[in-house]
């Protein structure tokens, strides 16, 4: 496991504000932190190289693609062998319903969020995808009704951010058991 980086008020003012909106200009960015662009542009650059800023990304709402319907898919797998989970998770990350692919400790191997386009293609999704398969011992399919982005990640003891989380809109949807 990597050290945790040192970071001062600044670089966490910096993470917060990015976090929150990663198309924010670096002269906004600098003036909201009080200090010089090319300071600002120094310290992203930091940020970037000693790994604590991964990239950059957007967030799509599945309603707009056709996909309304959001569920999380608990796993497990028996027996738990390299030479059977390495093939499923490729197997997982490549269903184009895939939104985020955990591997877990405790009673389930893993947890797929996905999104499809209701409940017909769920349902073909558990079946076809995951129950029909040998090592898939166990699913268990929850729906998600409404999500929420947590505030900006921070390490530990740093201030908390100073306005809630984000709603990320709300799904239809309810909790089927497909064990």
Same mark, same amino acid.
């Given at each position: 496991?990597?050290?945790?980086?040192?970071?001062?008020?600044?670089?966490?003012?910096?993470?917060?504000?990015?976090?929150?909106?990663?198309?924010?200009?670096?002269?906004?960015?600098?003036?909201?932190?009080?200090?010089?662009?090319?300071?600002?542009?120094?310290?992203?650059?930091?940020?970037?190289?000693?790994?604590?800023? &991964? @990239?950059?990304?957007?967030?799509?709402?599945?309603?707009?693609?056709?996909?309304?319907?959001?569920? &999380?898919?608990? &796993?497990?797998?028996?027996?738990?062998?390299?030479?059977?989970?390495?093939?499923?998770?490729?197997?997982?990350? @490549?269903?184009?319903?895939?939104?985020?692919?955990?591997?877990?400790? @405790?009673?389930?191997?893993?947890?797929?969020?996905? $999104?499809?386009? @209701?409940? /017909?293609?769920?349902?073909?999704?558990?079946?076809?995808?995951?129950? =029909?398969?040998?090592?898939?011992?166990?699913?268990?399919?929850?729906?998600?009704?409404?999500?929420?982005? /947590?505030?900006? &990640?921070?390490?530990? /003891?740093?201030?908390?951010?100073? $306005?809630?989380?984000?709603? =990320? /809109? $709300?799904? $239809?949807?309810?909790?089927?058991?497909?064990?």
């Amino acid at each position: 496991m990597a050290p945790a980086a040192e970071l001062d008020s600044v670089d966490l003012e910096i993470l917060r504000l990015l976090q929150n909106d990663a198309r924010i200009t670096n002269k906004e960015l600098a003036a909201a932190v009080r200090i010089a662009p090319s300071t600002c542009l120094d310290r992203v650059a930091r940020l970037r190289s000693i790994g604590v800023v &991964l @990239g950059q990304t957007i967030r799509v709402d599945p309603e707009r693609l056709g996909r309304p319907l959001d569920a &999380l898919i608990s &796993l497990r797998i028996q027996p738990h062998r390299r030479e059977l989970v390495d093939p499923f998770v490729t197997h997982v990350l @490549g269903l184009p319903e895939t939104r985020a692919l955990y591997n877990l400790a @405790g009673p389930d191997d893993y947890l797929v969020h996905v $999104s499809t386009a @209701g409940a /017909g293609d769920l349902q073909r999704l558990v079946l076809d995808a995951f129950a =029909s398969r040998d090592e898939v011992s166990r699913v268990h399919t929850t729906l998600i009704f409404q999500q929420w982005a /947590g505030g900006p &990640l921070l390490p530990p /003891g740093a201030a908390p951010p100073t $306005s809630g989380g984000r709603t =990320s /809109g $709300s799904r $239809s949807g309810g909790r089927v058991d497909t064990e």
